[in-house]
T-cell receptor, first 114, second 116 residues
């Protein structure tokens, strides 16, 4: 019962490099989302998706791109990493929108930008 | 404007006492949901309790209950008989919107310390 799987768990990048954070879920959840967690800031929503082919911006979308070609996968792309993007990133999924079902979270990706 | 406000950055509570963690929210939607999550030092997010905007009864889950005051737009988490293992970060979250346009946002959290 894998749930939400995030890879990698840790990553160090240099400023200007690009990378993709992977997120996959095996629960057939329509709703998926990406958050970043910074000290004192809680979890801030980056992008979310209510189904395959549909994505939308959250609270802090600048510097990040997403796509949702399948129900299972929701990768987060950093096109040109900046030190301000150093953070812990969480991917989450939940059943159909407007639901009382909680989100299932991945274990997080700790990303450092030098 | 901040939509989820948790006004207590940190709290210290004696073991076995009850504790209330505050959460106020702002939305113009009639249909919304409120969640509380716990994040221990290990980092995983653990779902605790849910309250729907149309639920007439306050939600309860074991030692957790939610004091939902709709008119005041508050959804405080109450932990009865606190335990050392309750020491963690606690987040309030709101799901608003509807159908295919909803999103879930979080407050900044409250760090709870249970003292022996």
């Amino acid at each position: 019962n894998a749930g939400v799987t995030q890879t990698p768990k840790f990553q160090v990048l240099k400023t200007g490099q690009s990378m993709t954070l992977q997120c996959a879920q095996d629960m057939n959840h329509e709703y998926m989302s990406w958050y970043r967690q910074d000290p004192g800031m809680g979890l801030r929503l980056i992008h979310y998706s209510v189904g395959a082919g549909i994505t939308d911006q959250g609270e802090v979308p600048n510097g990040y791109n997403v796509s949702r070609s399948t129900t299972e996968d929701f990768p987060l792309r950093l096109l040109s990493a900046a030190p301000s993007q150093t953070s812990v990133y969480f991917c989450a999924s939940s059943p159909v929108s407007n639901s009382n079902q909680p989100q299932h979270f991945g274990d997080g990706t700790r990303l450092s930008i030098l | 404007a901040q939509k989820i406000t948790q006004t207590q950055p940190g709290m210290f509570v004696q073991e076995k006492e009850a504790v209330t963690l505050d959460c106020t929210y702002d939305t113009s939607d009639q249909s919304y949901g409120l969640f509380w999550y716990k994040q221990p030092s290990s980092g995983e997010m653990i779902f605790l309790i849910y309250q729907g905007s149309y639920d007439e009864q306050n939600a309860t889950e074991g030692r957790y209950s939610l004091n939902f005051q709709k008119a005041r737009k508050s959804a405080n988490l109450v932990i009865s008989a606190s335990q050392l293992g309750d020491s963690a970060m606690y987040f309030c979250a709101m799901r608003e919107g509807g159908d295919r346009d909803d999103k879930i946002i979080f407050g900044k959290g409250t760090r709870l310390h249970i003292l022996p």
